[in-house]
């Protein structure tokens, strides 16, 4: 297994085998990349198929969090976590001490939080090996669940999309479509609704979506309609990969803004979406919500009206990368990523 000549290699500052015969611990720590501060990323539990899927991940992932966290104007870098494990057969109390062990070896360069596969609870253990944890609720105020702070964030990011491509602050009567009304799809819904918007819903899980759709006075659409629904904005809260070449060509949305990571299929895909004219809002930008929640969870005074105000930033992050879109006739995918790069770079 190559690591300086593997596909997903960028540069990474820091790869970490770590083994603990005891507890049967394979796991990966990538630290990407730490010029704004040390490399915040969850820690993921997933049975790979093979070390080679392991790495793969471990390495896209931590690239992924340092440009996410340099956008968000935190003073974190780019790092994540693996073990190859089953979660529902394999999680103990050992295996995660022995990883809290493995953190804390990296004395501080790395600091891990919940991602697929770990909980709360799983942080609290880790914290009884480490101080290098984050995702653990307060006493002082409510938190734990970021996908509120998330949804926060999305709808900042939708508005203001909206404000640079429709050329309206006002969302009411404004046609919406979620693909995914999960934990950050449902919360996002309610705030639109409120908003005054007319909302189309879609969800593979049936009760998810009837149910809302009755509280908010929805349509629902098949999850095979929804991405090509005749509406002004489209907002994928699903999983990954949702806009492929063939969506992008298809859809009718003027506007995309939505929580899922990794909504571009391709780099192709944020190409044609700009050439349709169709405004692509960089999913990391607007997801970004949760991430500050958890760095601000590091803080003493955790205070969740600090937490929402840095969460609005969003607004102006976005303002500059649509202005440069324009100016600069590249995708907001594109220059997102370059604007990050010269945070983190430079
Ligand atoms: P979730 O699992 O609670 O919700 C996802 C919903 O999408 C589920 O209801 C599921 O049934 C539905 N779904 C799955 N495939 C679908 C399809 N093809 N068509 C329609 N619906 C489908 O997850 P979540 O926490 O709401 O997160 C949503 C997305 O946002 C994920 O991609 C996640 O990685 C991303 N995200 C979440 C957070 C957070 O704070 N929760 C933060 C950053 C990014």
Redesign the pocket.
């Known amino acids: 297994m190559n690591i300086f000549t593997h596909a997903d290699f960028d540069h990474h500052e820091q790869v970490v085998f770590g083994s603990d015969e005891a507890s049967g611990l394979k796991a990966i720590i990538a630290i990407h990349n730490t010029r704004l501060g040390p490399a915040l990323g969850g820690l993921r539990i997933y049975p790979y198929a093979s070390e080679e899927d392991a790495l793969s991940d471990v390495l896209r992932l931590s690239r992924g969090m340092t440009y996410k966290s340099a956008l968000a104007n935190l003073s974190l870098g780019g790092g994540k976590a693996v073990i190859i494990a089953d979660p529902r057969r394999d999680k103990t109390p050992e295996l995660l001490r022995a990883l809290g062990r493995l953190v804390d070896s990296l004395g501080g360069r790395y600091i891990t939080a919940e991602d697929s596969g770990t909980s709360e609870a799983d942080m609290r253990v880790i914290a009884e090996e480490t101080a290098w944890v984050s995702g653990i609720r307060q006493a002082t105020e409510e938190s734990g669940d970021?996908?509120p702070?998330?949804a926060h964030g999305v709808f900042i990011a939708l508005r203001c999309a909206v404000r640079h491509r429709l050329g309206r602050d006002d969302l009411s009567g404004l046609r919406v479509a979620i693909?995914?009304?999960?934990?950050?799809?449902a919360e996002l819904a309610r705030r639109l609704k409120e908003a005054g918007a007319e909302l189309v819903l879609?969800?593979?899980?049936p009760e998810?979506v009837d149910a809302l759709a009755r509280e908010l006075d929805a349509r629902v659409f098949s999850?095979d309609e929804?991405l090509e629904a005749e509406v002004d904005v489209l907002a994928p809260?699903?999983?990954?990969g949702?806009l492929n070449e063939a969506v992008c060509e298809r859809l009718k949305a003027k506007v995309i803004a939505g929580?899922?990571?990794n909504q571009l299929a391709t780099p192709e895909s944020g190409e044609i979406l700009h050439r349709r004219g169709i405004l692509y809002t960089p999913d990391y930008v607007a997801?970004a919500?949760?991430v500050i929640e958890i760095a601000f969870q590091r803080q003493k005074d955790y205070r969740r009206a600090d937490v929402l105000a840095h969460i609005e930033g969003i607004e102006a992050t976005l303002d500059e990368i649509f202005l440069r879109s324009q100016r600069e006739e590249r995708s907001p995918a594109w220059i997102a990523d370059r604007l990050a790069e010269e945070r983190f770079r430079d």
Do not use: R, Y
């Open positions: 970021p996908s702070f998330t693909q995914g009304v999960g934990h950050v799809g879609a969800d593979v899980n998810n999850p929804i809260c699903a999983l990954g949702a929580a899922a990571n997801n919500g949760g």
